[in-house]
């Protein structure tokens, strides 16, 4: 049994951004670091990142965890200074957090790997710079088609090193212009963090040119570059590392509405919404009940007692098999829950009402199964089965020009969000108070919103939308708890 006004406050969350589209509605910030001996931005970087929208920022002091907050892409191009353990650790948190990392690193005469320590950054997801390759001049690389580029590109690569670890998708060619050792690759976490790593430094200077020859000048001997293609290399490798397509220029002023806008309503047969309660028995008649908000123990006689959140509990035992629960707030019934034991006691059945603010009831029931020790309803359960009877809704809708509003309107809730890191307060008669949400884009069909109260943390929500934009479904990872809700919603 879910405590009052919990069943899909903690499951449903609030969308920002436009995955499908390609586009983040509130510019993404990308933060171009300057801090350690790197050199200014090429002219034609932040034009690219402004084409992808994303908001261009320099940084030339230390990296601090402050300055990477509400940050999509942190850029490294070579660095030649030492980074500190703090910024490392900084680094490794946003990452974690579900930042993107772009570290450029050249040939050990430009950029040493013991001096940056740059290999720290990035050991820890399983990556690691190798010393300089044998040297060929002019020897090119190709970016292989696949989840980054959209086909087989031609870039620059003369002197370098190469990539171990993560999925390789450049390589250096040999002298017989076959793909050897890595001189890229990505590594997407679980957590929605994403790494790029280049081995060589001239594809990120947009260097290379259609007319260059494989193979020829040399250290110190001018040439003409090979590799036409650094342009959109480069924006394929910012654009999956932003989350967006880099097959769609990008900016707030013509940005499309967003692929979630409209009205949602839950298909019962294909969500899952597990349980776990816990009844223990403390002697004669008391008992403490766990609905996942801490223990409230009371006498089970029928009687309002004081429970959690300023509301009153009351249970009554209406047969050996039979118990009716019972919370109110400020003398209004919010829920009740008819509890029925089987015969030989190893399964209970719930049947749920939770009666809402404008009139509605909200009908569910659950049948839960004995995962402890323990008699009568004392014991540990965790639902087996869950069957909505009512209809329910959600609606996505634009939220001042650069966010989204998700409405519950049968518990007149409303969460206003923005795609920058920050966490918004909840709003509305039941949204609760100290609850709030924030946002971030893990790829192009897929959010994860993070829910808090008072500052902590109540449970985690990954939200996809199908390629035919019909279908959404929202994944809820509740604190505490192993099995995830999986809500699937259909287009109205």
Sequence with gaps: MRPCMLLFSICLCFISGDPLGGQIRTPARLIFDQGHGEQPPPRQLEPLAKNLGLEFQTAPGPITEKDLEGVRILYLRAPSQEFTLPEIESIRQFVNGGGSLLLVL??????????????????????????????????????????????????????????????????????????????????????????????????????????????????????????????????????????????VATGIASAAPSPFIGEWKLDPSKSRMPDEMKVQSKGGNRYAFDFGVGAETIVVDGSDQPGYGGTMLSVKAEAPDTWVVQRKKDGRLLITGTWKLSQDGSQLTDYFREFESDG?????????????????????????????????????????????????????????????????????????????????????????????????????????????????????????????????????
């Design 106 to 247: 050249d040939e050990e005469e430009r950029q040493s790997l013991e001096k940056t320590r740059a290999n720290d950054l990035i050991s820890p997801f399983g990556m690691k710079l190798t010393p300089d390759t044998a040297y060929l001049p002019n020897t090119g690389a190709i970016a292989k088609a696949g989840e980054i580029n959209k086909v087989d590109r031609e870039v620059p690569y003369d002197g370098g090193r190469a990539v171990e670890g993560g999925t390789a998708f450049a390589f250096q060619l040999d002298k017989n212009d076959k793909p050897a050792e890595p001189y890229a690759a990505y590594k997407r976490l679980e957590n929605g963090g994403r790494i790029v790593v280049l081995a060589e430094g001239m594809a990120s200077l947009f260097l290379g040119d259609p007319n260059g020859v494989r193979l020829s000048g040399g250290r110190n001997v001018p040439t003409t570059y090979w590799g036409k293609d650094s342009a959109i290399f480069m924006k394929e490798v910012l654009a999956w590392l932003a989350g967006v397509s880099p097959d």
């Design 360 to 492: 509605s009831t909200l009908s569910m029931d659950y049948v839960y199964q004995r995962t402890g020790a323990g008699s009568g309803f004392a014991a540990d359960w965790e639902s087996i089965k869950e069957t909505m009877n009512s209809p329910f809704l959600i609606q996505v809708k634009q939220f001042q020009g650069d966010g989204l509003s998700f409405v519950t309107p049968s518990e007149q809730k409303t969460r206003n969000v923005k795609f920058d890191g920050k966490d918004y307060p909840n709003e509305g008669p039941n949204a609760g108070r100290g609850a709030s949400s924030s946002i971030r884009q893990v790829d192009e069909r897929t959010l994860v919103i993070t829910d808090k109260h008072d500052g902590k943390v109540t449970d985690t929500e990954e939200i996809g939308i199908s390629t035919d934009l019909k279908t959404l479904t929202i994944t809820v990872h509740i604190a505490g708890r192993d099995k995830p809700n999986v809500l699937v919603f259909e287009r109205k």
